[in-house]
């Protein structure tokens, strides 16, 4: 069973330490794929190389059960052709569940789009998808390069 967690790194006053203070609320996405669930999917390892949180759901059904689980996810990234629902039943059903979460449909280049998405991509670029994501939360995507940034320093400082 996948967690998504909300992290928040502190360094209480007077504690040792190298006089770093992190405070960080990571992002966490719903990625409902149609990998099937013996495999990885490819989405979810990008985002997560991203240092974003992520839950995977492989069909329409399970995704619609780990939403209403965890329905204070800051994002769902889903796959246009999902086996079991079309597309703009699956968007109906998120939003019976989840109506203000942003829904991010990826699908085949020419080919229509969703209806009821609030955005679109029509390539599988992972970078296009990161920046998204990125332009979702952008305070805490700084807060999360920030840290990153402290970390290769201070590794680069030992």
């Keep these: ?21 992190l405070r960080m609320n990571r992002p966490c996405y719903l ?12 989405r979810k390892l990008v985002i997560e190389t991203a240092k974003f949180n992520v839950l995977t759901a492989y069909s329409a059904d399970e ?3 780990t ?10 990234v889903m796959d246009a052709e999902m086996q079991g629902m079309s597309c703009v039943e699956m968007i109906r059903a ?5 109506p203000s979460v942003a829904v991010i449909v990826i699908h085949r280049p020419l080919s229509e789009g969703c209806e009821g998405a609030d955005y679109q991509l029509d390539t599988f670029d ?33």
Excluded: Y
């Design 1 to 21: 069973m996948e967690v998504c967690l909300r992290i928040s790194l502190r360094r209480e006053p007077g504690a040792p330490g190298s006089g770093i203070h």
């Design 31 to 42: 990625v409902i794929d149609r990998e099937f669930s013996g495999s990885i999917s490819t």
């Design 63 to 65: 995704g619609i059960a």
């Design 67 to 76: 939403l209403r689980r965890f329905p204070r996810v800051d994002g769902i």
């Design 94 to 98: 998120i939003r019976q569940v989840a």
């Design 126 to 158: 992972p970078r296009r998808l990161l920046t998204l994501l990125a332009e979702l939360r952008p305070k805490e995507t700084e807060a999360m390069e920030k840290q990153n940034e402290a970390l290769k320093q201070r590794e680069m400082d030992r």
